[in-house]
C-alpha cells in the first residue's frame, strides 16, 4: 500500500514512522509514505498558500490553485483523495479495513480555518475525521489514520489475530488484560485467567468487555444491540 501525505509540514509527519511497527512496515516493503509540500505549488514568490476569509471572520484559510494543483500532482487514476477534515464522518475500524486494501492513498491535511471549498469539491473523494475535536493541524490526523489503517495491512502486525481481538472490533472495548507477577501490590489475576479452561476464559472476557463498555460508552451497547 501507498500513502502520500499532503500538507505544508511534511518534515511533521516523519518522526513517527521511523519508530516502533511503522517502521518495520515500511522496512518490509508493506508500507510506503511519501509526503508532498503544497507549498512547493504556489504561483507565489513567497511560496504562500492561505489569504484571509471572504465574508470576513478570523484565521485564514488555504487557497484552493496550491491545493488542488498538489492533488492532480500526485493524483493517479486508482488514487483515493481523503481531506482529514472535522466535518467528515468520523474514522472507524470498518472504515480503516477498507482503506486499507486502498493501493493509493492520498492524505490532504487541513491548516488554519480550513481549505477553500472549491479545492474540496472539485478534487477530494471523501472527507474523514478522527474525532470531534479541532487539532492544530492536519499532520495529527493523517498519522492517525495512517496507524489506523497499517494495522489491517497483512503482516503489518506480524499476528493476524490481534487486530480482530482489539477494542471496538466486536463495537465494544477490549477486556482487561494481565501478566507476570501473578501479585502486583497485593492485587491478584482473576482466578479464571489462569483456570485453563478456555470456555470460561472466553465468557469473562466477554463479560468484561460489556460491563467495561456499558460503564464508559453506553451508546455503544446501543450501537451493538440494534445491530
Known amino acids: 500500500m501507498e500513502i502520500e501525505v499532503l500538507s505544508l509540514f511534511p518534515h511533521y509527519i516523519e518522526g513517527p514512522l521511523k519508530e516502533s511497527i511503522l517502521k518495520r512496515a515500511i522496512r518490509n516493503n508493506l508500507l510506503q509514505i511519501s509526503t508532498v509540500d503544497i507549498r512547493d505549488f504556489s504561483s507565489r514568490k513567497d511560496r504562500r498558500v492561505d489569504d484571509r476569509p471572504f465574508g470576513g471572520g478570523p484565521g485564514m484559510v488555504m487557497m484552493a490553485e496550491p491545493v488542488v494543483a498538489a492533488i492532480r500532482a500526485t493524483r493517479r487514476d486508482y ?59 492536519g499532520c495529527l490526523a493523517a498519522l492517525v489514520v495512517i496507524d489506523v ?67 464508559v460508552r453506553p451508546d455503544l451497547i446501543d450501537k451493538v444491540l440494534r445491530q
Open 149 to 215: 489503517v497499517a494495522r489491517f495491512i497483512p503482516g503489518v502486525l506480524g499476528n493476524e489475530e490481534a487486530a480482530a481481538s482489539d477494542s471496538f472490533e466486536a463495537g465494544l472495548f477490549d477486556h482487561p488484560h494481565y501478566t507476570k507477577p501473578v501479585v502486583f501490590e497485593g492485587n491478584h489475576v482473576p482466578d479464571v485467567l489462569r483456570s485453563g479452561d478456555h470456555a470460561k476464559i472466553d465468557a469473562w472476557r466477554k463479560t468484561q468487555a460489556f460491563e467495561r463498555t456499558l460503564r
Open 79 to 137: 488514487s483515493r483523495v481523503i481531506y482529514l477534515s472535522p466535518q467528515g464522518p468520523l474514522l472507524t475500524p470498518k472504515k480503516a479495513k477498507e482503506l486499507a486494501t486502498v493501493d493509493h492513498l492520498i492524505l490532504l491535511c487541513g491548516h488554519y480555518e480550513g481549505i477553500d471549498q472549491r479545492a474540496i469539491e472539485s478534487d477530494v473523494d471523501e472527507e474523514l475525521s478522527i474525532g470531534d475535536y479541532v487539532l492544530t493541524n
